[in-house]
């Protein structure tokens, strides 16, 4: 049994970042929406860090991940563009689209490495969007509809962004750094909106100069 454990132990760690989610189902589920984000994304991370270090990745549990991750992903965009509503609920879908088109064709070819933007950038980005609205006070609907947009056309575009920050960490103590700073962002309103502003340029410095090179060549 305990063996049975350990070698499942990177695919119970990604079911368990899905399970909390039946709490954006209950009345007022909305108010956990980004203690959930920022959980999933940690789960997210720490399924694949002990999968490679303890050399348990497996086909199954990359299809695993994969799956987890659309159904997080969904329910965290859908939540959003219920709760806005009107074009931002539209929006929302657009994304879903994008998310799904995206977490298929990697099902496909599950070697496929590196094209366009993670699903879970997506959720970073709409988590730092949500957070600078508070600490600003303002509507955040116009750009969460620019948001879900981007996203969906830069999760399905054939090159790499190898420059989003989480992308530029490799190792155990630079992935732990990238959601130390959700954490942060969360936690401490006066560094929210530099965090976010971080996150933003990195991503556009890579949508862009990537995208710029891929059309050059």
Not at 2 to 21: A, H, R, T
Not at 52 to 59: A, Q, T
Not at 81 to 97: D, K, P, T, W
Not at 103 to 114: A, H, P, T
Request: net charge positive; aromatic share 10%; with cysteine.
């Amino acid at each position: 049994m305990g063996s049975i454990l350990y070698i499942n132990l990177p695919n119970i760690v990604s079911v368990l970042g899905v399970l909390p989610i039946y709490l954006l189902l209950l009345e007022g589920g909305y108010k956990y929406l980004i203690p959930l984000m920022i959980y999933n994304n940690i789960m997210d991370d720490l399924d694949g860090m002990l999968a490679i270090k303890l050399n348990l990745k497996s086909r199954f549990g990359a299809v695993l991940d994969n799956v987890c991750d659309v159904v997080t992903h969904t329910f965290f965009v859908l939540t959003v563009g219920m709760y806005y509503g009107g074009i931002c609920g539209v929006a929302s879908l657009l994304a879903v689209v994008g998310i799904l088109l995206r977490v298929v064709s990697r099902l496909e070819n599950l070697s496929q490495q590196g094209r366009g933007s993670p699903t879970n950038e997506l959720i970073r980005h709409l988590l730092l969007l949500l957070l600078t609205a508070q600490i600003l006070e303002f509507n955040p609907s116009l750009f969460l509809v620019s948001l879900f947009v981007l996203h969906t056309v830069s999760m399905l575009v054939p090159f790499p962004m190898p420059h989003l920050l989480r992308s530029r960490a490799r190792s155990v103590t630079a992935i732990s750094l990238v959601n130390l700073s959700l954490v942060v962002a969360w936690l401490v309103a006066p560094v929210t909106v530099i965090i976010a502003f971080c996150f933003l340029i990195a991503y556009l410095y890579s949508f862009m100069l990537s995208g710029f090179r891929w059309l050059k060549n």
